[in-house]
């Protein structure tokens, strides 16, 4: 009833931009917390940034000075843009998404299927 679906993934050379698209979808009453996380082979799940329905950003610090966190509240969407992109950025990227049901009075976090970001060097 509640979906992320990510778009933007793909193949970029080193020193390149990208920029990833969530929209959040379905019987939703609100959403708070969205952001962004990415794994790559072999590594945890690492938080890449973050921003509250107020616009309060977190970012980890591999994000820091290079990319950006935005969000429209009234389309459920968060995107990151991408900049200076590094080999080392290469990983499934996962949206997440803090979402309050119309049929209820709680809040969960939902996860979208991931999208492959590769950078070549």
């Known amino acids: 009833q509640v979906q992320l679906v990510e778009s933007g993934g793909g193949l970029v050379q080193a020193g390149g931009s990208l920029s990833l698209s969530c929209a959040a979808s379905?019987?939703?009453?609100?959403?708070?917390?969205m952001g962004w996380y990415r794994q790559a082979p072999g590594e945890q799940r690492e938080l890449v940034a973050s921003i509250s329905s107020s616009g309060i950003t977190n970012y980890g610090d591999s994000a820091k000075g290079r990319f950006t966190i935005s969000r429209d509240n009234a389309k459920n969407t968060v995107v990151l843009q991408m900049n200076s992109l590094k080999p080392e950025d290469t990983a499934v990227y996962y949206c997440?998404?803090?979402?309050?049901?119309?049929?209820?009075?709680?809040?969960?976090?939902?996860w979208g299927q991931g999208t492959q970001v590769t950078v070549s060097s």
């Open positions: 379905g019987r939703i009453f609100s959403v708070d917390t």
């Open positions: 997440k998404g803090r979402v309050r049901r119309q049929d209820s009075v709680f809040m969960l976090d939902y």
